[in-house]
């Protein structure tokens, strides 16, 4: 049913199938993780399996998973011989559905001690990043409790739902990577003159891959060279290792953390240093800003609100038996652009004599209020700072805020094909002209949105009809990738006669850089390089589209140089005929209200789809039928 790779050969890091079957009773379906590689080292792959019957009867391999028995009706569980591939006579059950412990094993011994310590709880974190302020707050506040080895964004139910009088907890792995730098450590082999050794052949390969990007989405229109990706990557990372440790710090129940790699080995991106253990920029100032005795953290709820909008703030004091009992008074600052403050006051904390029985914890909060911002649109810095007695890091945090008064004005019509209701009240709330889509002829070029359900009934006419407007000058907006989807086929009806694939390159602590160009798409937005992610935040997919033909225009897309290498684009324009269509991944329909890039983003796209609005329907091209049958649109 399906053999494919998965982050090797060029191949994304998830792989999904659907098909139907016929079988009949006693019948076997395996469902098999190799090693695509040729080892199992550091393999974390996950396996969903579901199986469901023509009377709707539904088996799931996880859910039905039996920790006393094996099989554990209908599904068998167990492991093949090693090999190549796997042969059937060598499969054997499993005979435990989990591994205990031993009696008596603790989470530490110390020195001179005789037996195990059971007082710590020892976890593995590492939540999704871009982090999403639900991230942050399990970082801060959850409890984490006896949660263990939880990899790659499936933190949160776990870290939420743990027991609330769990142990102390030393988090024993965290954080946040980079990009491997593929054009500095290739020239480092070549200047020592080791081209031929297996490393230096392995980050060469990805850098080729890199390359190839580069050209084929002119990537000179972002960045001043193909190093200049890599070092905006490296200097990204401090920020955002910043950020999960002031979560971190601002835990009490923290009393420990280890960092994942002091550097960037086995070909990955998440060391402080670079594999030739060059320092990482601005690495060594985070550190040491993070674990100081005695920090402030600061937290806000929203990155970017709109202008009106209330920001809840807080901030958490970071106290590691650094003050002398006594009091002290800290300032609390909002300070606008111009250098505005909107906002000040002074609390006052006071620190109690140490008690010799109870000790203090590690963190306590400090202030936390609801504010209203009503100023001038721009960056806006959420600061704290004792004004005598103390010398804390941090104290600094930063969020945006928009002007809605100041969006640009849509004055097209929009053309809506497919219903969503939601979107059409949307855009009729904030005074944008709709219609919708309807059969035959088009008196003018129309700027046409799709929105994730293709218009009623479907399928292959409904999508010619829409190809044909395209064709003769319309521009159509494609806000979901699901859109395309017919049955297995998720892509089935995507107007490309190469379709690609829809891949998923997940951001954690491997993560990927996410870049944007100067275009109209982007107009009043930050772009010409690497995204903002306290700018744009929540509106980072892990959806990218990969291996189509190069667009005509390449407006945003993503890269993952760690471990290993993949890319894809999120936004990218093609031509069609007189006119074109934008495949988009970005998040913007489902944050439309809530986060004001995703207001500017489709405004933009409105904007520009209708450039040529105002002009005649073009004549279709001549040989436009048989572009249609390599689309595979026959009717």
Known sequence: MLDSLLNVGGKSNTAQHKSTLSVARGDTIDFIVGWGNGNYGSDSTALSATVTSSAGQTFNVATDFGQSKNPSPPWSYGIFAPGARPVADTFSLYTAGRIEPPVGMGSLSNPGSMKWEDVLSDVHVYPRVPHTMDAIQSLRAAPLGQASNVWGGHALDLLQSANAGAKPVFLSEYGIGSAVDLWRVTRQFEQLGKTEVEDAQFYHDKLNRYLADWKRWHLEEVFSGPEDFFAQSLRKMAAQRTLGLNAIRANPRIVGHSLTGANDHVSAGEGLTT???????????????????????????????????????????????????????????????????????????????????????????????????????????????????AAATGGETEFHVTDAAQMPAVESEVTLWGEDVALSGWLAQHGIRTRAFTPGEAAAREVILVSSTPAAPGGVRAWSELARRIARGATVIFLAPEVFAEGINPLAWLPLANKGTPASIHGWLYLKDEWAKQHPVFDGLPAGGLMDYGYYGDLIPDAVWADQEAPDEAVAGAIKASQDYSSGLTVAVYKLGAGRFILNTLRIRENLGTHPSAERLLRNLLRYGARDAKLPPAALPANFDEQLKAMGFNE
């Open 275 to 389: 594999t030739f253990r060059d320092l990482k920029p601005g690495t060594v100032d985070a550190l040491f800003e993070a674990w100081s005795p005695l920090r402030l953290c600061l937290f806000v709820n929203s990155t970017h609100v709109y202008r009106g909008s209330k920001v809840h703030l807080e901030a958490v004091l970071a106290n590691e038996d650094a003050l002398l009992p006594g009091k002290y008074p800290i300032r609390i600052q909002i300070v606008g652009p111009n250098q505005k403050r909107v906002f000040e006051r002074t609390v006052e904390i006071t620190i109690a004599p140490r008690n010799a029985i109870a000790e203090a914890p590690f963190a306590g909060p400090i202030f936390a209020e609801d504010v209203t911002l009503d100023g001038l649109e721009g960056r806006y810095r959420f600061l704290a700072a004792f004004e005598r007695g």
